[in-house]
């Protein structure tokens, strides 16, 4: 066995479950697996977003763009924090600025860095939704997450096609029906 990514107190936790569950740690097959089992786990429990938001706050520049932008189909990955099992998402989000826009690959980076630690879909949409409200100083954010859970897939119901849908509409995306509209018509769009 070797430790080499996470900390002693997870390495050996990790390969005391997997003794617990009948695994021969000395097979070749699951001879490093407590060490990436334990970084995989302490990557999710320890994520701490604050560090990257100063970041992302510097990276916002002054326009006089009054209109929507939407990025779609944005790819995270995540963890169901009921099971400990991926989640594999697809995020369409939108802003309207007021004053200043965020370079286009901060508005994915915000997403999927919200996806790294495990947390309910619902939670993971609001999370989103708050975290583009800060960077960008706007009120007017919408997030569209289509989820597919593996706790929905391989265990319990087994229900393979099913995805979950959650959304969160601010400012004008929730005062204002067409421009909500606009924005579901175009995530429907790049689907």
């Not at 994915?108 to 960077?135: F, G, H, S, Y």
Request: with cysteine; proline share 3%; hydrophobic share 40%.
């Amino acid at each position: 066995m070797k430790k080499e990514d996470c900390s002693d107190k997870v390495f050996f936790a990790a390969s005391d479950l997997l003794n617990a569950l009948g695994a021969d740690l000395t097979d070749e097959n699951y001879r490093e697996t407590p060490q990436r089992f334990g970084s995989y786990l302490e990557a999710a429990f320890t994520y701490d977003i604050s560090k990257d938001l100063e970041k992302w706050k510097k990276s916002v520049f002054p326009t006089k763009y009054a209109g929507m932008i939407t990025q779609t189909g944005v790819q995270g990955y995540s963890m169901c924090p009921h099971h400990l099992l991926p989640v594999e998402y697809r995020i369409d989000l939108a802003y309207i600025p007021r004053d200043n826009v965020i370079g286009l690959s901060k508005l994915a980076r915000i997403a999927i860095a919200c996806c790294k630690v495990p947390a309910l879909q619902e939670d993971l949409a609001v999370n989103i939704a708050d975290t583009l409200e800060e960077v960008l100083q706007t009120d007017n954010v919408a997030v569209l997450a289509s989820g597919v859970h593996s706790c929905m897939t391989v265990r319990g119901v087994r229900a393979s096609d099913s995805k979950t849908i959650t959304s969160i509409f601010r400012g004008d995306f929730y005062s204002d029906l067409n421009t909500r509209n606009e924005f579901l018509s175009l995530a429907r769009m790049a689907q």
